[in-house]
């Protein structure tokens, strides 16, 4: 019988069920994982946008991850939404003790334009103090920008390599210019693997924490990047594939096995 991997994952709740934590816990279930939580802000949101943010008191966060890290082992570890560059230092001191994978998505906007950066403060802070601790950092092509001020997203996925990420898995939906999707893994001292998917035909609400949870759960079990990440992206477009529409907002992926 396969293990169930447990993996921390580190996000933003939101109501409308399509992105943050109930991404996350609904991609760890259908993969036969288990999620445990830290929830870093609730969110006044919907299927369109976020339209505020309250993060949680930093202590409480604190004491919640001291609690949870002193009964419960990780396999694997996955931030998304951190909603203040103030709870970085916290999450870089978890990252320096944990020695399994970590993925990062590196959540700055809503995808209804919602700036969730903070002037740019948290894109630095995210690129200061977790990339160096981190395994895999899965921006799609307007975060890998913002993260490195480079137009150019391969360029921008490079030098975050070079900030000291052990790979980039750089999304392509957000700016497919086709009916095809190429999503790019770029890991240090590897050629550049392409990954290519049909362009599904509608706008998605979660996709990128569907994705990263994904890829932390088979890393968690132990899988080679490569295997996990095809893996991931595989489940993440049946998941968009089978989606629907609950308003006129954006579709809500469908995260089953």
């Not at 092509?141 to 150019?152: F, H, K, N, P, V």
Request: aromatic share 4%; with cysteine.
């Amino acid at each position: 019988m396969q293990r169930t991997p447990i993996i921390l994952c580190i996000g933003g709740h939101d109501p409308s069920g399509g992105a943050g934590i109930q991404a996350d816990i609904e991609t760890a279930a259908a993969l036969g994982g288990r999620a445990m939580t830290l929830v870093t802000a609730l969110t006044v949101q919907d299927t369109k946008n976020i339209h505020s943010i309250e993060p949680t008191p930093p202590d409480v966060l604190r004491r919640q991850l001291a609690v949870l890290q002193a009964d419960v082992a990780f396999d694997a570890i996955k931030i998304g939404l951190i909603g203040d560059p103030g709870f970085v230092p916290l999450l870089a001191e978890l990252l320096a003790g944990f020695v399994g994978p970590v993925v990062v998505d590196p959540v700055l906007a809503a995808g209804g334009g919602f700036d969730l950066d903070g002037g740019r403060d948290l894109a630095q802070a995210i690129r200061r103090d977790l990339l160096p601790r981190s395994t895999l950092l899965t921006p799609n092509r307007a975060e890998a920008r913002r993260l490195t001020g480079i137009d150019d997203p391969q360029g921008a996925a490079e030098q975050l390599l070079s900030d000291g990420v052990s790979a980039v898995l750089l999304t392509g939906a957000d700016e497919a210019e086709s009916d095809q999707v190429d999503n790019l893994l770029l890991c240090k001292g590897a050629a550049t693997r392409t990954y290519r998917y049909p362009l599904l035909p509608h706008r998605y609400h979660g996709s990128g924490c569907t994705l990263a949870s994904a890829c932390a759960l088979h890393l968690g079990l132990g899988m080679p990047l490569d295997d996990a990440v095809e893996k991931a992206q595989a489940f993440t477009w049946q998941s968009l594939q089978r989606g629907n529409q609950v308003s006129d907002g954006q579709w809500l992926p469908t995260r089953t096995r």
